[in-house]
């Protein structure tokens, strides 16, 4: 079963975050076991910040068995189609493409989306397994 980590998850881990810390390691160990993890460039650019290099922020990658996979132009279309429907619904700027692209990419890459940030891509990606 492929997983694909949201952004949180992974700095709940990284962190390590005092009330989200030991939860999302926990699920994400468990995805893990369940199967591959993967992330998109996004994620990557967001993880980005908290590592002192490339080279490390890849090897933490390659340790805990985590892929980066590329964007597609489906992928940016569907993510495109979902941002305008929410902007059209008065969504405000809150909620940027990125998370639209990201929601997206789990939908036609993944099985599954691991993410603490439920009730958006539950409404707006209706068909897209969430777990946390």
């Known amino acids: 079963m492929i997983t694909f980590v949201d952004t949180n998850v992974l700095l709940d881990v990284f962190l390590p975050d005092p009330k ?8 994400l160990d468990q995805a893990f076991n369940e ?11 967001e993880l980005s910040p908290q590592f002192a290099s490339q080279n490390l922020l890849d090897n933490t990658l390659k340790v805990l068995g985590i892929r980066v996979i590329s964007l597609d132009r489906e992928t940016a279309y569907l993510a495109g189609t979902k941002w ?10 809150n ?3 990125a998370d639209f692209l990201i929601g997206a990419h789990a939908k036609m890459h993944a099985e599954r989306l691991l993410t603490r940030d439920r ?3 539950k409404k707006y990606f209706k068909n897209l397994k969430i777990i946390y």
Not at 35 to 45: P, Q, R, W
């Open 84 to 93: 305008k429907k929410y902007r059209e619904s008065g969504g405000t700027r």
């Open 119 to 121: 009730g958006f891509y």
């Open 35 to 45: 199967g591959s993890l993967v992330i998109n460039e996004i994620i990557y650019a």
């Open 20 to 27: 989200w810390g030991q939860g999302s390691k926990k699920i």
């Open 95 to 97: 909620r940027v493409l």
